[in-house]
């Protein structure tokens, strides 16, 4: 009885890494989908030892969904079953050649048939077309490129302010209000402060002005009597 491949585990609080161009899905698979006939051909063709130059249309169909007819099928696969980690599809070329990544494909779909986390079927990813996988990459690119202009963006406006950005006082924002038991500081300071004395000083006189022009002097008094 053949032993069972052990399932590659991530260690808690460590990511599941994810190639450019895959997707990741529930279960830690990290899907991709190729052409359905161009798997089946590459297989035929390493079955028989084809050279490079066999393999390399089919691989081209296989790493380019825009060489695909919108209504053939394509099939998931899980890229965890190549057993190294590549930053995308391309990269994984570079690093194998063709008829290695062509295996690695193949492996990689066994991997995904194998179906070691025992998912129920209908809850597995299913074949789609290539028309909605080349939807399904499209929307991953946008979604990729809003980030990165969000990002640009930010360090731009960093950049101009020097590394520290401030929003400005403007409508809508309200200044601190002061700590209890605080007084609010207000503009001019002590100056203020000596000012309202000042204006106490001359309320003070200005009443006793009033009050001694309300009183007739003594000598006018006199002759009045």
Request: glycine share 14%; aromatic share 4%; net charge negative.
């Given at each position: 009885?053949?032993?069972?491949?052990?399932?590659?585990?991530?260690?808690?609080?460590?990511?599941?890494?994810?190639?450019?161009?895959?997707?990741?899905?529930?279960?830690?698979?990290?899907?991709?989908?190729?052409?359905?006939?161009?798997?089946?051909?590459?297989?035929?063709?390493?079955?028989?030892?084809?050279?490079?130059?066999?393999?390399?249309?089919?691989?081209?169909?296989?790493?380019?969904?825009?060489?695909?007819?919108?209504?053939?099928?394509?099939?998931?696969?899980d890229m965890r079953g190549?057993?190294?980690?590549?930053?995308?599809?391309?990269?994984?070329?570079?690093?194998?050649?063709?008829?290695?990544?062509?295996?690695?494909?193949?492996?990689?779909?066994?991997?995904?048939?194998?179906?070691?986390?025992?998912?129920?079927?209908?809850?597995?990813p299913q074949p789609?077309?290539?028309?909605?996988?080349?939807?399904?990459?499209?929307?991953?690119?946008?979604?990729?490129?809003?980030?990165?202009?969000?990002?640009?963006?930010?360090?731009?406006?960093?950049?101009?302010?020097?590394?520290?950005?401030?929003?400005?006082?403007?409508?809508?924002?309200?200044?601190?209000?002061?700590?209890?038991?605080?007084?609010?500081?207000?503009?001019?300071?002590?100056?203020?402060?000596?000012?309202?004395?000042?204006?106490?000083?001359?309320?003070?006189?200005?009443?006793?002005?009033?009050?001694?022009?309300?009183?007739?002097?003594?000598?006018?008094?006199?002759?009045?009597?």
């Open positions: 009885m053949a032993e069972k491949e052990p399932v590659p585990e991530v260690e808690e609080g460590e990511e599941e890494h994810v190639a450019e161009g895959e997707q990741a899905a529930p279960g830690g698979q990290d899907l991709y989908y190729i052409s359905e006939t161009a798997i089946a051909d590459i297989k035929e063709k390493l079955g028989d030892g084809a050279k490079e130059e066999d393999i390399q249309p089919l691989l081209d169909k296989v790493t380019d969904p825009t060489q695909v007819d919108d209504d053939e099928p394509m099939l998931p696969v190549v057993g190294q980690e590549f930053n995308s599809i391309q990269d994984m070329v570079a690093a194998l050649g063709v008829v290695g990544a062509a295996e690695a494909f193949v492996r990689a779909r066994e991997y995904f048939e194998k179906n070691h986390e025992g998912e129920p079927e209908d809850q597995r789609m077309t290539a028309a909605e996988w080349k939807a399904c990459l499209h929307e991953g690119e946008e979604e990729e490129l809003l980030v990165e202009g969000e990002e640009q963006e930010w360090s731009e406006l960093l950049a101009a302010e020097g590394g520290d950005a401030e929003l400005p006082m403007g409508e809508g924002q309200e200044e601190e209000e002061p700590l209890e038991g605080e007084e609010p500081l207000e503009e001019g300071g002590e100056g203020e402060e000596g000012g309202d004395g000042e204006g106490e000083n001359g309320e003070e006189g200005q009443k006793g002005q009033e009050g001694e022009e309300g009183e007739e002097p003594p000598a006018k008094k006199a002759k009045t009597d």
